[in-house]
């Protein structure tokens, strides 16, 4: 038996299933299939399973302060917004210490007393960072910034390869296809066909293209069987396996709106709703046997004794 595969293109044979949509049909492309299903899972599916808060997307960058004391958000980063802030005061053994977040109003009416550093922590500016005091760490110190990371956008099925096999020696990837597009110099990435289809190569660069093979800059990290697209995007829905049902099914609840059949729609969006609270019971409290629990990283003593032995 064949491998199950989880790709966009069955993702669209999917949706065309749920609402019943004729293959011959010409209203919807599959890039149009494409670009609603990525709708749908940034602005419906990704809201839900963070709203689990049990730690999905979760990543993080490390970044030296600088003397300014000012930190860019990462890009990436969903709604432009952070998990946690910490400063690495260790990395062998691990020892983060959580950085508090202050009120801008509390910044803006407290001033600044040099022999008081009570309210060492951070501000939020804009799309920035800030520090407080910016001289509240050294400069270079390491910050950790964990944040929700941004799914990766959805590449329609004549705009990825999966990887058939991998030369290292001469870093050639052959796929069992190669986009039309791709030339000397296009920028890709790569994501695992496993669930939970992480991205194993974030960017790569195309040196040489000669069907069905590339070659790149690196293979590493890379994996028989791993989807290689355009780089900013992906070939399966970077979301639970057990969302891609749902995730479907919303995509077909868009497509009876567009071809305009109410009462299809009505239907479809009451299956969807279904799908809804069946996911949320298999996302939710991620370890059913360690039930979590609430602490005050910035309270009690131990925010204090680590802003003491921090240097």
């Known amino acids: 038996m064949a491998k199950p595969q989880y790709d966009m293109e069955q993702m669209i044979l999917n949706i065309k299933r749920r609402c019943s949509v004729p293959t011959s049909q010409i209203t919807f492309t599959d890039l149009d299939f494409t670009l609603l299903c990525n709708d749908e899972m940034q602005g419906e599916v990704v809201p839900l399973i963070m709203s689990t808060r049990e730690e999905y997307f979760v990543d993080f960058v490390d970044i030296l302060s600088p003397s300014t004391g000012y930190l860019p958000i990462p890009a990436e980063a969903v709604g432009a917004k952070l998990r946690s802030v910490c400063y690495v005061q260790q990395t062998s053994p691990l020892l983060l210490i959580n950085l508090p977040r202050i009120d801008l109003d509390v ?38 910034l964990y944040y929700y990371k941004r799914t990766l956008v959805l590449a329609q099925p004549t705009a990825y390869g999966s990887i058939a096999a991998i030369n290292t020696g001469t870093s050639t990837l052959t796929l069992d296809f190669v986009p039309a597009l791709w030339a000397v110099d ?20 195309i040196t040489a293209v000669s069907s069905p093979s590339v070659v790149v800059d690196s293979v590493a990290g890379l994996s028989v069987g791993d989807f290689v697209s355009d780089y900013g995007y992906s070939a399966v829905p970077q979301v639970p396996l057990e969302a891609h049902g749902y995730l479907a099914q919303l995509t077909a609840v868009k497509c009876l709106e567009g071809l305009g059949d109410a009462q299809g729609m009505k239907a479809a969006q009451a299956k969807a709703d279904l799908l809804k609270t069946a996911l949320m019971v298999m996302v939710s409290q991620r370890v059913d046997g360690s039930v979590k629990k609430v602490m005050n990283p910035n309270g009690g003593l131990r925010l204090a004794a680590g802003l003491r032995r921090r240097w």
């Open 186 to 205: 296009t920028q890709i990435n790569a994501v695992s066909s496993e669930p939970s289809f992480n991205s194993v190569s974030s960017l790569m660069t």
């Open 107 to 144: 910044v803006a009416g407290m001033g600044y007393n040099a022999g008081f550093n009570a309210f060492t922590g951070f501000y939020i500016q804009g799309n920035d960072l800030v520090l407080y005091p910016n001289n509240s760490v050294p400069t270079n110190t390491t910050i950790r």
